[in-house]
């Protein structure tokens, strides 16, 4: 293991090498995690289990290691299949209405027990499914955690990241497990503490159809925080996988700070995405009155 230190923030690497023939064991994920030196805060953790290479048990070995580690845990649980496109709905909302008709006829109702969307991540599903872990009812957005009951019960329709703020109020980090920052959802949550707009979103329950505000913007973008976030990481290495540990607080700082010197900043430069293209042009919208009193 070695060690640097950049300003008053140490970066640790604990190379822990694993030959191609072998497989990540649980020893070597219970080690790895414990050298990113967290102690008994809080974490949210995003996951590629593929990204570690081969591993003794799966999921359920990277499971095992996280809970034993980490006191309070918490996960992305998010499932889109239970979204709606309606027929009309407020301007502006990076949405074509009426547009997703075939999609609409397969959206399912949402219950506790629905699997997570496979964009979350094989370990997450796991990690949803194991006894001790409790689910916020969001019929899109929902979390899993252990240990995490407060984090969870801060959740309402009207404002659904508010576990994040719960996180960071409790000294949160988040974990990311050979991933990078364009899955960090802790960073949806710092656009709107600095002022970025959400959108509005529609899901099946068996209620009936609901209104989901809140909904991020898009994430594409935000390995651009990547260099900002550098010297206040823990960084360990396990199997393939480079995993990272961030402070809520400092990442919540770092991007507030960076959007309101940019309001454009960390949107993604794809030419299709509604919701970038939504908040440029909403932006524009702003700075018209500014240009005119010049």
């Known amino acids: 293991m070695s060690s640097l230190t950049t300003g008053r923030i140490s970066l640790r690497k604990c190379w822990r090498y694993v030959p191609e023939a072998m497989?990540?064991?649980?020893?070597?994920?219970?080690?790895g995690l414990r050298e990113l030196?967290?102690?008994?805060?809080?974490v949210i953790v995003h996951s590629s289990l593929s990204a570690f290479g081969q591993v003794e048990q799966g999921a359920e070995s990277v499971v095992a290691a996280l809970t034993a580690v980490f006191k309070t845990v918490l996960v992305p649980?998010?499932?889109?299949?239970?979204?709606?496109?309606?027929?009309?709905?407020?301007?502006?909302?990076a949405m074509v209405y009426g547009s997703q008709g075939d999609l609409n006829r397969m959206a399912e109702f949402f219950t506790l027990k629905m699997p997570a969307d496979p964009l979350m991540g094989v370990i997450a599903e796991v990690f949803r499914r194991q006894p001790r872990?409790?689910?916020?009812?969001?019929?899109?957005?929902?979390?899993?955690?252990?240990?995490?009951?407060a984090i969870l019960h801060a959740q309402t329709m009207a404002d659904p990241l508010a576990p994040l703020a719960a996180l960071e109020a409790q000294d949160g980090w988040v974990v990311l497990l050979?991933?990078?920052?364009?899955?960090?959802?802790s960073i949806h949550?710092?656009?709107?503490?600095?002022?970025?707009?959400?959108?509005?979103?529609?899901?099946?329950?068996?209620?009936?159809?609901?209104?989901?505000?809140?909904?991020?913007?898009?994430?594409?973008?935000?390995?651009?925080?990547?260099?900002?976030m550098e010297r206040f990481a823990?960084?360990?290495?396990?199997?393939?996988?480079i995993v990272q540990a961030l402070p809520l607080k400092m990442?919540?700082?770092?991007?507030?700070?960076?959007?309101?010197?940019?309001?454009?900043?960390?949107?993604?430069?794809?030419?299709?995405?509604?919701?970038?293209?939504?908040?440029?042009?909403?932006?524009?919208?702003?700075?018209?009155?500014?240009?005119?009193?010049?």
């Open 23 to 31: 497989s990540v064991r649980l020893r070597d994920l219970l080690l």
């Open 37 to 42: 030196r967290l102690g008994e805060r809080p």
């Open 77 to 93: 649980t998010f499932t889109y299949k239970t979204m709606l496109t309606p027929r009309d709905g407020p301007p502006d909302n």
């Open 133 to 149: 872990a409790l689910r916020s009812s969001h019929p899109i957005l929902s979390f899993a955690g252990v240990n995490a009951d």
């Open 178 to 185: 050979g991933v990078n920052h364009t899955v960090n959802t």
């Open 189 to 228: 949550y710092a656009e709107k503490l600095a002022g970025r707009r959400t959108f509005l979103r529609w899901a099946l329950t068996p209620k009936g159809v609901v209104e989901c505000p809140g909904f991020p913007g898009c994430s594409a973008g935000f390995q651009d925080i990547a260099i900002d």
């Open 234 to 241: 823990h960084r360990v290495q396990i199997g393939n996988a």
């Open 251 to 294: 990442l919540f700082r770092m991007v507030i700070g960076i959007i309101k010197k940019d309001r454009l900043a960390l949107l993604c430069q794809q030419a299709d995405c509604e919701r970038c293209n939504q908040i440029r042009a909403g932006q524009g919208k702003k700075d018209l009155p500014e240009l005119l009193h010049r």
